[in-house]
């Protein structure tokens, strides 16, 4: 049996603290609350804003708090299909927040395929109930995510640690979709 | 002889549990309260000595049984101001508090579309008239009734809250109208712990003509309750919340309404006469809102548990909770602490909703979940109330009779470290 504290320490790594304060590729969408609650009613259009790229969005959502996060990604329409923008916007915990901030670092510029690599790699450390993953390299490749280790061990929070992730599979997808 | 509250929290088994290593703090009576012995016993001793089909058959299993459930219903009657002799009965007994509206708004629907014949049609609702609600109704009252409006074509409209979040009956006047058929509002908000003025709401509502649907949930565990004195049409409540058990809940109507109302669920034990050929004749109430077969073992469990609290007494519950109230709201007094509701014990309840600037309610819970204390975050099932006070989400801090004042300090204290634990 871990002792709580230490395990209160080790899901609120620094990272974590530090990413969900100043979450990286976070923008607003909408103007408030009620106007972002509203408009992600519905499927939103979104065209690319680089030359010869793909767009797709996906909005996540965690029923049992509320929060909600919507993913915006474009792609290269040449294969294999780089990631040339990742940009979000939504409210969280710092779990969620820190997990979109880690997985925009991560990804972004790398290749579709790649990143769904990533995705499933995250998958299967959220999946681990604290004990990590057992492949190094799979768990070098996630870089600044392992810290989320300690989340997998707290089963009410996994679903924080994976809303942005979720996000990206799908909007990928979308995007996908649309490549020319 | 009056109990010790030592004495009655060594009724509750779970309170010696331990959790993350340290004894259990339990804030979180409002999402559903810990069951005495007595509760917990009675749902085994039920199947171990009576168990049969309730309503149905002639063997003497059956005859206790029935007369056990029946006895049940008059525990709880007894405990709410309702009638439960034979053929006055004005308790039904449900799934929940959240089965007992939607009966109710399925009801409704039905006699809209002519069902239940001419005694129905105070019921009937068409495009024009009026549902009213509030900004504080949990969701298992706003969606039964939204929906109900829109099955109808009739308009929702809702009593807005104070900046306290308190149900404005002050603009009942505006608020109900000629036009309004249905009032469906909470007692007790299960966000800001606010006791509404029912009476204005009742008034106001009779005075047109319109009918009175209460929330209960929140108030019959807390406070005395007399639906006839209040004067609500209907109200419903839930059985888990009450220190019994889960899957069973109460619907209240004043006998003649009950009556009139057509079934919104068919089956067994619901009807007199069945035909192949033509409607069936259902029995009265409350046999008419029961088909199928009841959690007979949970609402005899139910029953006990109404006694119980009789036994200890709902003034002493009600006085017990306002000392814990106070020290609960001392939270208020933290640095970036804001509590979301009335800051006073007046006409409120020991549920205390709150956030804490800067660190999200997801990580407010965990920090003090690690003390081994027991907290609600979420929305609540109330997004309205919730956007009401700007936040998505919140803490929730809700209390029982097992609370002591050590359980609500140290909660206070708890609260008071985690921006420091956040770094904000």
Known sequence: MVDIDDGLEQMYQEVILEASKNPHGKQHFAADLADEQASTQGEAVVVAEHEACSAGQSRQFNPTCGDEATIRVEISDAEPHTIERLVWDGHGCSISQASLSVMVDLVEGRNVDEAMELFKDFHDLMQSRGKGLDNEEEEEALGDAVVFQGVSRYPMRIKCALLGWEGLKDSLARALAETK | MTQTLEQIRQEFPILNVKVHGKPLVYLDSAATAQKPQCVIDAESEFYATINAGVHRGAHELAARSTLAFEEARAKVAELVGANAEEGSEELVVTAGATAGLNLLATSFGYASMGRGGKVAERFVLKPGDEIVVSKAEHHSVLLPFQELAARTGATLRWFDLDTEGRI??????EVITERTKIVAITHISNVTGAITDVATVVKRAHEVGALVVLDACQSVP?????????DVDFAAFSAHKMYGPTGVGFLYGKRELLEALPPATFGGSMVELAWMDKPADYMMPPARFEAGTQPVAQVVA??????????????RIAQHEQEITKELLKINELDGVRVLGPLSTEQRIGTVSFEVEGVHPHDVGQYIDAQGIAIRVGHHCAQPAQRHFGVYASNRASCGIYT?????RAFVEAVGKVRAFFEV
């Open chain 2, 168 to 173: 404005r009956t002050d603009m009942a006047d």
């Open chain 2, 222 to 230: 807390h406070i005395a309750i007399d639906f006839h004195a209040l």
């Open chain 2, 302 to 315: 139910a029953g006990v548990a109404a006694q119980w609290m009789r036994e200890i007494g709902m003034d």
């Open chain 2, 404 to 408: 002591t004042v050590e359980d609500a």
